[in-house]
């Protein structure tokens, strides 16, 4: 059973930065794409970054492109989010998102549905 922790939201002003960290467990971390998907209150889950499975490839929402950074370290199982020049409608609950067991070496997913596994998710508010 794949574990994810999510870690480093918190309250930030407009303009500033975070750094959001995703400790993944339970099999083999390399080899799969990782995404991180955000929920803004009343409204839906959506995509916000990928990661392939080797690091090389990287998808954003336009919403996001040229501030957001997705990486990965496989070494230590961990893919992390750096957002830059954050602001206020950045707010919304982080997630990290793994694919089920058998997309082992698949492309990177932008759709909820090519997940199966979600961390419990952090906090980031912005305010103006």
């Known amino acids: 059973q794949v574990q994810l922790a999510e870690s480093g939201g918190g309250l930030v002003q407009a303009g500033g930065s975070l750094r959001l960290s995703c400790a993944a467990s339970g099999r083999t971390f390399r080899g799969y794409a990782m995404a991180w998907f955000r929920q803004a209150p009343g409204q839906d889950r959506e995509f916000v970054a990928a990661v392939s499975w080797s690091g090389g490839g990287t998808i954003y929402a336009d919403s996001v492109k040229g501030r957001f950074t997705i990486s990965r370290d496989n070494a230590e199982n961990t893919v992390y989010l750096q957002m830059n020049s954050l602001k206020p409608e950045d707010t919304a609950v982080y997630y990290c998102?793994?694919?089920?067991?058998?997309?082992?070496?698949?492309?990177?997913?932008?759709?909820?549905?090519?997940?199966?596994?979600w961390g419990q998710g952090t906090q980031v508010t912005v305010s103006a």
């Open positions: 998102a793994a694919p089920p067991n058998g997309q082992k070496w698949a492309t990177m997913g932008l759709q909820i549905s090519e997940y199966d596994y």
